[in-house]
């Protein structure tokens, strides 16, 4: 028999070989698109300015042009508008073109598109283009665009609040902040992120002229999202797109939207009867890609007189950028009030939202998405109160957490937490680190000349979701003489090991090892419903319509048995390919009752469940040079039942390194006029592996009553916990010194310890 998970073996060993098929390599190296025609941009240089005049003819007339597309050209086309996802009430979001018009709304916005026999030529032809631009002066960041007067970054709203949003009982936690013995308050800003995924952004779209058809291949999350929005903005029916799948190169929440460059290409395609194909270059994702977080919070906190939390108001202000992503409002309104009071049992809480626009590159969804920005919210909160009460960080949280009798638990917003352990969490956190031990090793830093902090980070978020319902189709066939299985489902991989996860959950309901598995994500032309993998939700969602299938296929296999046993079919259980009966007695292999396939799609209403965790970490500060090195890290988590704890543990680490580039280095630096400080490798820090400890994962599981596995969505834990801890660990470190602005490097650092 072939060992297990040859299929997930198969796939690592194909990719770190060189032997991935990416979206460039579609039209080179013999793909399926080799011979396309190539695209290239012309892309605003200012942040903010009126187009007067657009000269394309010296342009069309270099060698090798095949076709330029302008704003005219999608407005034949009968362009329309992206969606914009809510669930209170319409969004008044300004249009976002697919190639700028009148005017241009953030530097790197695309004008127009040239397609050529080669790359140089669309890339000499872009350089020919003459634009007259009329500059104006930019709106940029949260504080320039509210404040009064501010030149509204589209002229439809004028105070650039594209959107406002309140929660909770205002009066009630008025009372409790005067009945208070303590309040504490802060307020946090998250920086811009660029999410610097490995595979730049690119496509390759055709049309077929005989059906209708319009064909992209394009790095995605999820072949739904991209019908869907491309369904809205082009006014055509589904069945009109068929969208490619394959290798992607990174996901992190920005790859579940369609860019406004798709729509171009796609009739770029139609008006020269050619395929094309446009490989975005490093530059332009960081000009383009959705940008994460982008955030200003502010917290206050009440506590009594035995310092239990009993209010919290939080305002929080999102730079939403030029445009409203499709998910922007979910992500920034959704998504933190689903655990905005974290861990804690706090009885009353008032939050306002306000998404901004700005001329910037929109932000969306990044690793977290809202959830990460009001955990460090509650947890700096609370490591305040612990500090003006003179209490251990573990001891205020033990006594404010919610006792795991509460579950399931509503909070103030609505919002129904399904389970948790948070005194095993800390408690497991507290031993792991050693967090007793800590004096010992500060002293040791000291005598090296080095400034030891720690800090730790209690948090909750949710998981899955979506509008659903999500289906899978599952057939078992026969193939070489044994039972073979074929799972399709409609979530797009970037890395998340979904063949070994969802082998694991068929094969165990069918009897069948997972080297007997084949997985088929996100058919071209699936009729499958679903969301994509975004949101920490495809175990929980796919997971659990791949078990639905398998159930109803191992009901039929047993009741086909049953005939041939003659017994009841719950008599009979399925185990290494056969069908048993009790006793262990074989009755036959399951690929002799495969006359034909059996099918069955499953079909499940995605829900919640609600992910957390106790991390832990301390660091080292030097105070001649600012430099900040994480010494030790620990993470421990609950992620429900677990699937596959080797996919588990690499998601909570990769989580973990992105939280700690956010805190220690990563910042999509805008200066006054716009232009992207940070917009390439060289300028933009991303974290390294000497940055990174060995640090260890432990499970602390409590499976979830909301879904049939049990599971908690864990993709994006490690990213919360991170910012959490090291932010913890770092204002410990200065000593109740101010926190300098984030990310904590260097500079800032020695210039609050030499303030």
């Known amino acids: 028999m072939t060992p297990p998970m040859t299929q997930m073996r198969a796939e690592r060993a194909r990719k770190v070989t060189g032997r991935g098929q990416y979206t460039a390599d579609e039209s080179t190296m013999g793909g399926r698109f080799h011979g396309a025609a190539h695209a290239a941009f012309l892309r605003s240089p200012h942040a903010a300015a009126r187009i007067q005049a657009v000269d394309t003819s010296a342009a069309a007339a270099m060698p090798g042009i095949l076709r330029i597309l302008t704003a005219a050209d999608c407005a034949q086309a009968g362009f329309g508008r992206f969606p914009v996802l809510s669930r209170w009430g319409a969004v008044p979001a300004p249009h976002r073109p697919s190639l700028a018009r009148d005017r241009v709304h953030h530097v790197g916005e695309a004008v127009a598109l040239v397609i050529a026999e080669t790359s140089a030529q669309a890339q000499d032809a872009v350089e020919a283009i003459a634009i007259i631009y009329e500059p104006m002066e930019p709106v940029i960041g949260l504080t320039a665009a509210l404040e009064p007067g501010s030149r509204a970054v589209h002229p439809d709203i004028a105070d650039n609040v594209v959107f406002a949003h309140q929660a909770g009982q205002a009066d009630a936690v008025a009372t409790a902040m005067q009945a208070a013995a303590m309040i504490v308050e802060t307020e946090i800003e998250l920086p811009r992120l660029a999410p610097a995924i490995m595979e730049p952004r690119g496509a390759v779209t055709d049309y077929d002229a005989a059906t209708g058809e319009y064909i992209l291949r394009t790095p995605h999350q999820g072949v739904n999202e991209i019908r869907r929005d491309l369904v809205a903005f082009m006014g055509l029916p589904a069945e009109r797109f068929r969208i490619l799948t394959g290798d992607v190169g990174g996901g992190f929440g920005p790859r579940t939207v369609v860019y406004p460059e798709i729509p171009a290409l796609l009739l770029a395609a139609r008006l020269t009867g050619r395929a094309i194909a446009w490989a975005g270059t490093r530059s332009e994702s960081f000009l383009t890609d959705l940008q994460g977080r982008g955030v200003r919070l502010r917290g206050r906190l009440a506590l009594d007189a035995a310092g239990r939390m009993t209010a919290l108001a939080v305002a929080y202000d999102a730079d939403l950028g030029a445009y409203v992503s499709p998910v922007s409002v979910i992500a920034n309104i959704h998504n933190p009030l689903a655990s905005i009071t974290g861990c804690y049992a706090i009885p009353h809480l008032q939050a306002s939202f306000r998404l901004v626009l700005t001329n910037a590159v929109p932000t969306g969804p990044y690793r977290g998405a809202g959830r990460p920005e009001v955990a460090l919210l509650m947890e700096r909160l609370a490591d305040i109160a612990a500090l003006r009460r003179g209490e251990d960080p573990f001891t205020l949280r033990a006594r404010n957490a919610i006792p795991v009798t509460a579950f399931p638990y509503t909070l103030p917003s609505g919002i129904q937490y399904d389970s948790a352990n948070f005194p095993a969490l800390m408690q497991r956190a507290a031993d792991g680190a050693d967090w007793s031990g800590f004096d010992q090793r500060a002293a040791d830093s000291t005598r090296r000349g080095q400034i030891r902090g720690r800090g730790m980070a209690l948090f909750i978020e949710v998981s899955g979701g979506g509008a659903g319902p999500d289906e899978a189709r599952l057939t078992l066939h026969a193939a070489d003489g044994a039972a073979a299985?074929?799972?399709?489902?409609?979530?797009?991989?970037?890395?998340?090991?979904?063949?070994?996860?969802?082998?694991?959950?068929?094969?165990?309901?069918?009897?069948?090892?997972?080297?007997?598995?084949?997985?088929?994500?996100?058919?071209?032309?699936?009729?499958?419903?679903?969301?994509?993998?975004?949101?920490?939700?495809?175990?929980?969602?796919?997971?659990?319509?791949?078990?639905?299938?398998?159930?109803?296929?191992?009901?039929?296999?047993?009741?086909?048995?049953?005939?041939?046993?003659?017994?009841?079919?719950?008599?009979?259980?399925?185990?290494?390919?056969?069908?048993?009966?009790?006793?262990?007695?074989?009755?036959?292999?399951?690929?002799?009752?495969?006359?034909?396939?059996?099918?069955?799609?499953?079909?499940?209403?995605?829900?919640?469940?609600?992910?957390?965790?106790?991390?832990?970490?301390?660091?080292?500060?030097?105070?001649?040079?600012?430099?900040?090195?994480?010494?030790?890290?620990?993470?421990?988590?609950?992620?429900?039942?677990?699937?596959?704890?080797?996919?588990?543990?690499?998601?909570?680490?990769?989580?973990?390194?992105?939280g700690v580039g956010e805190a220690l280095c990563e910042e999509a630096v805008l200066a006054s006029d716009g232009q992207p400080i940070a917009a390439s490798l060289m300028d933009y820090a991303l974290p390294r592996a000497d940055m990174l400890p060995d640090y260890a994962v432990v499970a602390c599981d409590t499976p979830s009553p909301f879904n049939p596995l049990g599971v908690k969505g864990i993709g994006e834990a490690g990213t919360t916990g991170a910012l959490c801890a090291v932010t913890a660990a770092v204002a410990h470190a200065l000593g109740g010194r101010p926190l300098p602005p984030m990310p904590f490097t260097a500079q800032r650092i020695w210039g609050v310890l030499k303030a």
């Open 485 to 658: 299985l074929r799972i399709e489902t409609v979530s797009g991989s970037t890395g998340q090991s979904h063949p070994t996860t969802f082998a694991r959950i068929a094969g165990g309901r069918l009897g069948l090892d997972e080297s007997a598995m084949t997985l088929v994500a996100s058919e071209p032309r699936t009729q499958l419903g679903g969301a994509g993998s975004y949101a920490s939700r495809t175990t929980i969602a796919a997971g659990s319509a791949v078990a639905a299938a398998a159930d109803e296929i191992a009901g039929r296999v047993r009741a086909l048995a049953a005939l041939r046993a003659n017994c009841a079919a719950e008599e009979l259980t399925l185990a290494d390919g056969a069908v048993r009966r009790a006793d262990g007695t074989l009755v036959c292999a399951i690929v002799a009752l495969l006359a034909e396939p059996l099918a069955a799609t499953g079909r499940v209403q995605p829900s919640n469940a609600f992910a957390s965790g106790c991390h832990v970490a301390e660091v080292e500060v030097d105070p001649d040079t600012g430099v900040v090195t994480l010494a030790r890290y620990l993470a421990v988590d609950d992620a429900g039942v677990t699937i596959d704890p080797i996919a588990t543990a690499a998601q909570i680490q990769g989580g973990i390194a992105q």
